[in-house]
Structures are given as C-alpha cells and as structure tokens.
C-alpha cells in the first residue's frame, strides 16, 4: 500500500465518532505503519481526526512498547525533536500526544514525564539550562493538556519535579483554553498553593472546550476553577 493511501485509510478510521471504534479499527494495520501517518494527522484540519489521532498514538506506542521498548523510545525522541526549534517546525499536537502515551504506559512516563515539564520552564542561569519554555499559548493548549493526562495516573512523576513553581504564569495567559487547562491541572495534582488563584478564577466564565476519552467537553474556566477547588477541599 501507498504512503498516500495508508494515510487515507487510517484517517477513515480516525474520523469515526466512537474512539473504541476507532482504535480497535487501527488495530488492522501493523502497528509501525500507523505511525508516520498518525504524526501528519496531529494537523489534521478536522478536530476528530486529530483528536483521535493523539488517542492512537497512545494506543501504537505502548504496542510498540510490549514488543521492542526502545523502539518506542525513538518515537519519543521524535517527538521531542519535533519540539525543538532546530526542527523547524512548530510540533503541533505533540505535547498531547506525549501525555497520551504516558498516560497509557508507566515506564515511558516515568523516562520522559520530566521533558513535559521542562517545556514549562524557562531557562535558568548557564549551570542551570533545564528549560524550554513553550511560549505560544496554542501550544501551551497542548503541553497542559499532556499533563493534565500523566497527572491522571502519575502525579508523583510531575510533583517530584516540583511543577507546582512552573504554573503560576499560566493563570495570567490571555488564552483561556490555557487558563482552564492550568485550573484543571492544579486540581489534579492538589496544589494548595494555588487555591487564591483558583479562587480568583472562579469569576472567568470565559469559553474552554476539552477533549477526554473520545468525548468534547464545553465548560468555561470559572467550571474548572471549582471543580479543582472542590478537589482541593475533599484533599485536606
């Protein structure tokens, strides 16, 4: 088969509206072959398509995983490649589907959780040059987003790297995708020490729209803000 028509087959499957669908139909295709069309639809115009797209990496990655585990480390190397400005790219949906990817497997996340929280991090004095700061909010979208997804099941991963300092920015961010991802964060990892921003969100009811498990959600910050808030609470 063609690079084109592979390409055409597992967008058809993508843009199925069931994600448990859609998965289980890129289950047809060996799983090496999924990745490099996978990659091209991270840009796919149509929001299921990428989304799913993201979900199907966490899917191939892990396989590829089961198999050969440093195989699956050269995928995330390439996404970090993608992500750095001598690429020459931007590396659109990749931050997500990093996060995906160690949501779905332990060990990735555990080798590659800290690289998620770098690019929340600004460089520090020469001795200290451990950060990558991604400044575009449309991929600050997709870097908390990643995180929220590794917060899921391995907040020690991102907490022992002391993120909690690295967040603070975002509840300023004229985006308010971003500022309704970091409310959604700090809940996540239980971050007391962003209960008064949290609390000042409460009053955003500016539009988020969110994509979780193969479903889109339409809230705004101030949903976030209280539902994080709430957490907190119930936390001590």
């Given at each position: 088969m063609g690079r084109l028509q592979l390409?055409?087959?597992?967008?058809?499957?993508?843009?199925?509206?069931?994600?448990?669908?859609?998965l289980r139909n890129l289950q047809e295709i060996p799983v090496k072959e999924l990745l490099n069309p996978l990659f091209s639809c991270l840009c796919h115009p149509d929001e299921l398509v990428r989304w799913h797209a993201v979900s199907g990496f966490g899917y191939a990655v892990?396989?590829?995983?089961?198999e050969h585990l440093e195989d699956a480390r050269i995928v995330m190397r390439r996404f970090l490649w993608m992500l750095n400005d001598e690429s020459g790219?931007?590396?659109?949906?990749?931050?997500?589907?990093?996060?995906?990817?160690?949501?779905q497997h332990r060990t990735l996340a555990e080798e590659y959780a800290h690289m998620l929280v770098s690019y929340t991090?600004?460089?520090g004095p020469e001795h200290y040059q451990d950060g990558n700061f991604l400044e575009m909010p449309a991929m600050q979208q997709g870097l908390l987003w990643g995180l929220c997804r590794v917060a899921e099941k391995h907040s020690d991963l991102l907490l022992r790297r002391g993120i909690?300092?690295?967040?603070?920015?975002?509840?300023?961010?004229?985006?308010?995708?971003?500022?309704?991802?970091?409310c959604k964060l700090c809940g996540m990892l239980g971050m007391t020490s962003?209960?008064?921003m949290l609390t000042t969100a409460l009053g955003d009811l500016h539009h988020v729209r969110l994509y979780q498990d193969g479903d889109f959600i339409?809230?705004?910050v101030s949903?976030?803000?209280q539902q994080a808030l709430k957490h907190l609470s119930m936390s001590g």
């Open positions: 390409k055409r087959k597992v967008v058809r499957r993508l843009n199925h509206p069931e994600l448990t669908v859609a892990p396989a590829i995983a089961g790219g931007i590396g659109w949906g990749v931050p997500e589907a990093m996060g995906e990817v160690m949501f991090l600004e460089d909690a300092a690295n967040l603070c920015c975002y509840f300023s961010s004229p985006d308010s995708q971003v500022r309704g991802l970091v962003c209960r008064f339409d809230c705004n949903d976030l803000a």
